[in-house]
T-cell receptor, first 109, second 115 residues
């Protein structure tokens, strides 16, 4: 079993819709959690950190459920520019980043 | 945010040659730099972690004699792919972290094609 698992997608979503991604992790000692975004043939860019209390940044909301060991990302009012691969990232106790394989999102006009 | 540069962005080389990739943190001192490799449609795979002034720590399955890493200063790390083969063709990405944070800042990546 992979340490971080994501649905690879692709998720085909009409512009303006709300889309949600989930990610599960297996290491209960994981310390920090992030969502990264990666455009095709580009490096990953940090989208947001994920906190236990949940956090919001504009149209993006991230939540963490430690008991169930999953992380979610919600995108509201999706834009064409949101099309990308979204990577769930979890750190081990030594701060090493463990990457999910990513979920591909395609926003259609 | 912090800026990390990587050079070259793209390189094509012949089988058997060596290729050096540079990773620089431009506006902060990076105590730790990471080298990743990403094959098409796959997740990033950590190759090695390097701390300034010490030997890199390689992940299982990564040959340290083939992928030479040097982290001579707090702003520069290099990865040299020695005797490259076509199966080494991949997207190589470096990242750097500052002493006070967990967050990693990524370079733009280097696309290596070995013919």
């Amino acid at each position: 079993r992979k340490e971080v698992e994501q649905d690879p997608g692709p998720f085909n979503v009409p512009e303006g819709a709300t889309v949600a991604f989930n990610c599960t992790y297996s290491n209960s000692a994981s310390q920090s959690f992030f969502w990264y975004r990666q455009d095709c043939r580009k490096e990953p860019k940090l989208l947001m950190s994920v906190y236990s209390s949940g956090n919001e940044d504009g149209r993006f909301t991230a939540q963490l459920n430690r008991a169930s060991q999953y992380i979610s990302l919600l995108i509201r009012d999706s834009k064409l520019s949101d099309s990308a691969t979204y990577l769930c990232v979890v750190t081990r106790s030594n701060y090493q980043l463990i990457w999910g394989a990513g979920t591909k999102l395609i926003i259609k006009p | 945010g912090a800026v990390v540069s990587q050079h070259p962005s793209r390189v094509i080389c012949k089988s058997g040659t060596s290729v050096k990739i540079e990773c620089r943190s431009l506006d902060f001192q990076a105590t730790t730099m990471f080298w990743y490799r990403q094959f098409p449609k796959q997740s990033l795979m950590l190759m090695a972690t390097s701390n300034e002034g010490s030997k890199a720590t390689y992940e299982q399955g990564v040959e340290k004699d083939k992928f030479l890493i040097n982290h001579a200063s707090l702003t520069l790390s290099t990865l040299t792919v020695t005797s490259a083969h076509p199966e080494d063709s991949s997207f190589y990405i470096c990242s750097a972290s500052a002493p006070e944070g967990v967050e990693q800042y990524f370079g733009p990546g280097t696309r290596l094609t070995v013919t």
